[in-house]
Each structure stands twice: as structure tokens, then as C-alpha cells.
């Protein structure tokens, strides 16, 4: 099942993971699709997943 065109695919893999705040509305808003397919995108953009906590963003040198 295709989600995404190749386009907008693109546009999350490079800027979502730069959003200082990354939730389905901010998804949605900036990337112009909708609530279920933001949803998705995030599951998407998981780095690492424990039990009780997901990453998904970059790690930064602090």
C-alpha cells in the first residue's frame, strides 16, 4: 500500500527529523497531509524503541 508520494516522502525523511517538536499536527501542517498518514509518518521516523520509551528524533552532540 503506497502512503506517500515519492515527494512528500522525501520532505519527511530529511526535514521532520530537524523539527525541534514533532507531533501529528505539526506533520500535517507543515507537510500538507492528513492526521492518519502524519500518524503513520511518525512510527516511520522511529530511531530506537524500549519497553516504555520511543526515540524520534536525531541524537545531538548537548
Keep these: 500500500m503506497v502512503l506517500f508520494d515519492k515527494g512528500t516522502y522525501d520532505k519527511l525523511i530529511t526535514k521532520a527529523p530537524k523539527y525541534k517538536l514533532i507531533t501529528p499536527s505539526v506533520l500535517s ?3 500538507r497531509i492528513s492526521g492518519s ?3 503513520k509518518a511518525i512510527r ?4 530506537s524503541a524500549h519497553a516504555s520509551q520511543q526515540i524520534y528524533t536525531r541524537a545531538t552532540n548537548t
Design 29 to 31: 501542517d507543515r507537510l
Design 44 to 47: 516511520e521516523l522511529m530511531v
Design 37 to 39: 498518514l502524519a500518524r
